[in-house]
């Protein structure tokens, strides 16, 4: 909503890109206490230019999914409820139709984590993951089958490794950049792990495309 990137939702039909966009809530109050006075409407007016070129519609080839992570340090609730609350709310109150919602874990770094530490719950919110644990997540957990690329072309095991600055440990390379590997076989490669692991693998599991088979 931007001014000078009138054209994208166009421009990400005619490319047949994928859209995961973050909408922490489908009520205006929630969304605009987390985010920011007016962000709601913007989401809104987004979601809704992507209807407009066919993104989320029945049948269309066009997908269009939304990502939600709580504000407080809890685990998500269960993603196909909470896809269904979505679903009706958005269709009932703007007409807004979307493919699937990701709900996510909040992980326990960068800005998030200062926040908890701040707020004296980072240890509280740590055992909340550590006692969740679930070792089928194990097996689906998102950097055994992605990688993260930063803008200038070095590659992590994921983007949380990346916020991190955790190297790459599966090649030989100290800060592995990404046209040194196009021939790499990552099959079985060693992935750097730390305490924030347990945001991917608590309850229902997390990942960039939502929470993961193994929990199910
Ligand atoms: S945070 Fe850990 S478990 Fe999650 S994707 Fe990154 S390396 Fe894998």
Known sequence: MEPGYEDLPQFFADNQIVVVASMPCYQEQNVDRQRGKGVYADSIAGLLKLNLVGYGAPGSSLELNLVYNPDDPILPPNQQTLENDYKRELRQDHGIEFNQLFALANMPISRYGARLLAKNQYT????????????????TVMCRSLISVDYQGFVYDCDFNQML????????????????????????????????????????????????????
């Open 124 to 139: 509280g919110y740590m055992t909340l993951l550590r006692d969740a644990f679930e070792v089928g997540n194990l097996a």
């Open 165 to 216: 600055e955790l190297p790459l440990i599966g090649t030989d390379k100290i800060k592995p950049h990404l046209r040194e590997l196009l021939s790499t076989d990552w099959n079985g490669a060693p992935i750097s792990v730390g305490e924030h692991c347990y945001g991917c693998t608590a309850g229902q599991g997390s990942s960039c495309g939502g929470a993961l088979a193994g929990a199910e």
